[in-house]
């Protein structure tokens, strides 16, 4: 998660307190003759400074974000943070440079002084005509019901404490809970040279439950994460607690786990298992790799790159996913895009300046971690589709191989696609049953190779929210698949 300015770091926030910070704008505002702080003419003396030197876009971003950061562990508050960042950021683009710079203020002078250090940094061309600022009308995939600043801090506490207790009541085998609870709430406006202006805001919850449990010396973990682009209806109910609930049954069922085998085997990758995918394919498809020529995708566009069963989106407008917005961070809208269609590559993940240099369109994939940093091309809510056969018919047909319920941590060459990926929660598959669990399996492959190995595909489906770092900025994700199989993968084991 971003680190977060403390220069208006809020402290001795008591924890009754529900606090509402009013941003400098509104989308109404747009209508009027204030946007982000600044005024139409200001915005207008900023992109021109931008484009002073040439370049043939420039874009401003002005952002206000609120977050609350609340960790709980041996059922004692061990952090407590709430912070707001403001500031804009300017980015000049001239062919494949880009110039960047940003002012931690909505300063008129200090944000063109910003515009005039991009331009120097991505100077040349010129001649660029900009068009009048116009609203520009989008799809809402993301909304809030229950404002997550309309919360008390004390309120939130105390759902974490509920969390805690329901874990620990699974099994007097718990020894440790750990909660690490974020939310944020992010008001941001966008203009750009080619005349868009939008203006936006978007909430996300982020709540992940780590769990140990021991028995004697023998000692496992489990964990699980809920997390969502809406408000605080995201934990209404009970669906705190059956995350704590969730971690701490893993946890438990763990205890039983012997050396996983090795050798290369059939592998069931469960419903939501999508982070394999993410990581060893996603990033190919990102057109920022196609330019560098560091990916085995480039200039593959037309060719069968994966089994017939594989068909692979990206896809930032699926209403409230941890992934989703309504617009990206260069003011397109979110959309659906299709990059792989029956094992054949369609299409690459493009922003404004990778698809100004591939002469395509941007798929409104242009994100940045906050205003300090200039969009690049991110994957959002990126999915393999379902399939027509049943998980319980693809675990019979497997006589002996593993069941990967949950990933744990790994590492991948994005340029080659190849991996090592540990397993936090999977099972044997004998005789077409699920039988013991077993610890210490990593996967070990090549994410080209394992497309070409899916041969069987389910029609369930699940999702695995997660934040993914690139060029040293992270942004939320979601990553998704239904239950499917690889034929083999070399399993790395104990045994």
């Known amino acids: ?101 940003y002012a931690e203020t909505f300063e008129p002078d200090e944000i ?13 061309g010129g001649g660029v005509k900009r068009g009048p600022l116009e609203e520009r ?7 809030c019901q229950e404002p997550i600043e309309g919360v008390s801090i004390g309120a939130k506490v105390a759902l974490l404490e509920r969390v805690d207790r329901a874990a620990r009541a699974v099994s007097p085998q718990i020894r440790q809970v750990v909660i ?22 978007l909430p996300v919850i982020y709540l992940r439950v780590n769990v140990n449990a021991s ?78 020529g560091a990916t085995v995708f480039a200039g593959r ?11 692979i989106y990206d896809d930032g407008s699926v209403p409230g996913e941890r992934g989703s917005f309504n617009v990206d961070d260069e003011a397109t809208p979110a959309s659906k895009t299709l990059l792989i269609d029956k094992g054949i590559l369609r299409g690459y993940m493009q922003d404004r300046r990778t698809a100004y240099n591939m002469r395509e369109k941007s798929t409104g994939n242009g994100r940045r971690q906050s205003f300090r940093y200039p969009p690049i091309v991110r994957m959002t809510n990126t999915y393999l ?27 991948v060459d994005p340029t080659s696609g190849q991996f090592t990926f540990g397993l936090r929660e999977a099972y044997l598959i004998e005789d077409g049953r699920v039988t013991a669990p077993i610890k210490g399996a990593n996967l070990v492959g090549s994410g080209p190779e394992v497309l070409k190995r899916i041969d069987r595909v389910a029609s369930d489906f699940g999702g695995w929210p997660g934040t993914c770092g690139k060029a040293d900025q992270w942004v939320p994700v979601t990553s998704s698949c239904p239950t499917l199989r690889v034929s083999a993968i070399t399993v790395g084991g104990t045994a």
């Open 385 to 411: 589709a379902p399939g027509t056969d049943s998980p319980e018919a693809i675990i019979r047909d497997t006589k002996r191989g593993i069941y990967a319920v949950n990933f744990g941590g790994g590492e």
């Open 215 to 292: 028995r004697g010396e023998v000692t496992s973990e489990g964990m699980y994460r809920l997390s969502a682009r809406k408000g605080m209806e995201l934990l209404a109910g009970d669906a705190a607690e059956k995350a704590g609930r969730a971690a701490a049954e893993q946890a438990v069922r763990m205890l039983e786990a012997q050396p996983a085998p090795s050798g290369e085997l059939p592998v069931v990758i469960a419903a939501g298992g999508g982070v394999m995918f993410h990581e060893a394919v996603g990033h190919g498809l990102e057109a920022d790799a196609v330019l560098r």
């Open 112 to 124: 063109v002084e910003a515009a005039g250090s991009a331009a120097r940094i991505a100077s040349g």
């Open 1 to 101: 998660m971003d680190q977060f300015s403390r220069r208006t770091f809020i402290k001795g926030l008591g924890l009754g307190t529900a606090l509402l910070i009013a941003p400098p704008w509104t989308r109404e505002a747009l209508a009027g003759e204030v946007v982000g702080g600044l005024s139409r003419g200001e915005i207008d003396k900023v992109l021109s400074a931008a484009l002073s030197r040439g370049g043939h876009f420039a874009d401003l971003y002005l952002e206000t974000r609120t977050r609350t950061h609340i960790v709980i562990a041996s059922s004692e508050i061990r952090t407590l943070e709430y912070g707001v960042i403001q500031g804009g950021g300017v980015r000049t683009v001239f062919g494949e440079r880009t110039g960047y710079a």
């Open 180 to 201: 690490d609870y974020s939310d944020a709430t992010q008001h941001f406006s966008i203009a750009t040279s080619d005349g868009d202006l939008v203006t936006d805001e």
């Open 301 to 311: 566009v037309g060719e069968k790159v994966a089994s017939d069963l594989v068909s």
């Open 137 to 143: 009308k989008f799809a809402r995939n993301v909304t």
